[in-house]
């Protein structure tokens, strides 16, 4: 199965969602999956049925190193 962004949340079969611990409930968490072949789906828990983000696994690292340095820490003031 071929896994595009866009693609509604509950169509990814077999699909186990996880979200931070951090998250403090209430339907405002990003959950996220992974997929066959490394990529990752991550989609808004408010809309379990809604859209999927997906990326490679190289795109994941890359934002998950930008976490770690602090690089998007304005966002949230």
Known sequence: MEFENGMPADMIPG???????????????????GLPGGAVALRNSRDPHGP???YTREEIAAFIAGVKA??????GE
């Open 52 to 54: 999927a983000l997906v």
């Open 70 to 75: 602090a690089e998007f820490d304005h966002l």
């Open 15 to 33: 699909a186990v969602w996880i979200k931070s611990s951090a998250s403090t409930g209430g339907g405002n968490c990003v959950e996220v999956t």
